[in-house]
């Protein structure tokens, strides 16, 4: 799953309306974005594997991606983006929802915890039924834009997502392969790098875009 992490975004905006927009578009990243720093420094990463799914990788993500790696993880950013209001629950729940995305669609790749090793999910989607898949990440961003507000700014970031998912489809595995045939010492570090860019990019511009919405907002009920 990859666009479908940033569905959540404009449904939790609207549950939390005061809470920066970037706490959710950047949050709802922040385990990829471990995972990628992970995998650069060859604690976690890929490894080929054609049976895979489209992507043709298997992910080795025990810390970023066990259950309690992500509620510890989650909970660490909810704290870090709680700010005045100390509110950690919006950040956490934007965190997890990264978790919880992953477990529908994942192979066997997600552990209760780094030391036990007990496989809990997915539900071996990718792997298995890559289109369908596919339908479903995109039905998934339909959704939470039903769930969200119909103003221009979240029309606008909802489009964005939905455009992420399209542009994603081929473009994913494709860079993928390259990488795999960059010399081995080089791979881990540039999929370390297209995994981190590629949330933190969108969060960014999704989160100006969220943000551009609450100012007006603000400026108005100033007035
Ligand atoms: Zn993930």
Known sequence: MFAGHFAPVT????FYPNVSPYVFTLGVGALDVIFGILTYLGIEGFSPNPQAGPMGVDIHCNYSHSLLGSIILSFIYGIATAGRSSAII??????????????????????????SNIMIGGTNMWGNFPTFAFYFEMAFCLVCATQSHKDSHTLLANGLILFLHFSGRSGTSELLQKVFRLPEALQQKYTAVIITSSFIVPGLILGYILNRKKSLIESSKRK
């Open 90 to 115: 919006p950040g956490f729940l934007a965190s997890f929802s990264h978790f919880i995305g992953d477990m529908l669609v994942h192979n066997q790749d997600l552990v209760l915890d780094p030391f």
């Open 11 to 14: 449904v939790l905006q609207r």
